[in-house]
């Protein structure tokens, strides 16, 4: 799952100094601070292994046997945004951002234990320690963004080439929307690079592991389809 939020133009100041024969925008030089956070994975026992089934088929997501529950999360990123007014003369204005204060977090961290598993202390330990996996997977992808995270953003900023506006409004929607979407293209790279750590973790290895586990337990999954 996705999050993003803007906040923009906290402070601004008018700035001038452009000529009317710029056709663009300066380009933009902001500083970035950053704050990210791990969001705690919490336990729930709201499925049986039939609706996980029926859920991954409505989801069009790639389901393996045995089941043994779900992991799931939300990356959030949120952009507080101070800039500064270019008045290039002639009714022409741009919106440079000067400081970028960026919250990352990866939250709505929930294991979906199958209730089928509630009465069997191997199937639990085995389900648990398979979707602790997914996490510290998801763990170590988020530690990776954030590591870019700065750079990128900055650097991103910098190749912004957007046209001034009429007005100091219209600067800013212009501005903001122009981050909007550098912050999805973000969220769509995360997305698809966490479809494939799920596939890194569950390796053929680990699902004949986990076949194997628990005796007989599991065994029937397998006429379990989508």
């Known amino acids: 799952m996705r999050s993003l939020w803007i906040v923009a133009a906290v402070m601004s100041v008018f700035y001038h100094g452009a000529t009317v024969a710029d056709s663009a925008c300066p380009i933009a ?4 601070q950053m704050e990210a956070v791990h969001g705690e994975v919490h336990e729930v026992w709201d499925m049986t292994v039939a609706d996980l089934a029926q859920s991954a088929k409505e989801h069009n997501a790639q389901l393996h046997h045995p089941i ?4 799931t999360s939300t990356l959030r990123i949120g952009l507080q945004i101070e800039d500064k007014i270019a008045d290039l003369g002639e009714g022409r204005r741009c919106s440079l951002p000067t400081l970028i204060r960026a919250h990352l ?6 294991v979906h234990m199958p209730r089928d598993f509630a009465g069997d202390g191997c199937l639990l330990d085995l389900a648990r320690s398979h979707q602790r996996k997914h996490a510290q997977a998801d763990d170590t992808l988020f530690d990776g963004i ?3 995270f700065v750079e990128d953003l900055r650097a991103r ?14 600067a ?10 550098i912050v999805e293209e973000q969220l769509d790279s995360y997305e698809d690079a966490k479809t494939n750590v799920d596939k890194m973790v569950d390796t053929p290895e680990e699902v004949a592991r986990v076949r194997e586990a628990c005796g ?5 999954q397998g006429s379990v389809r989508r």
Not at 68 to 71: C, E, I
Not at 157 to 170: C, N, Q
């Open 29 to 32: 030089r902001p500083e970035v």
């Open 68 to 71: 043994l529950g779900v992991y």
């Open 105 to 110: 977090s990866l939250a709505g961290r929930a």
């Open 146 to 148: 954030v590591s870019r």
């Open 157 to 170: 900023f910098m190749a912004l080439l957007l046209e001034p506006a009429p007005s100091e409004s219209a």
């Open 172 to 181: 800013r929607l212009r501005m903001t929307e122009a981050a909007s979407k």
């Open 216 to 220: 007989a337990a599991l065994k029937l």
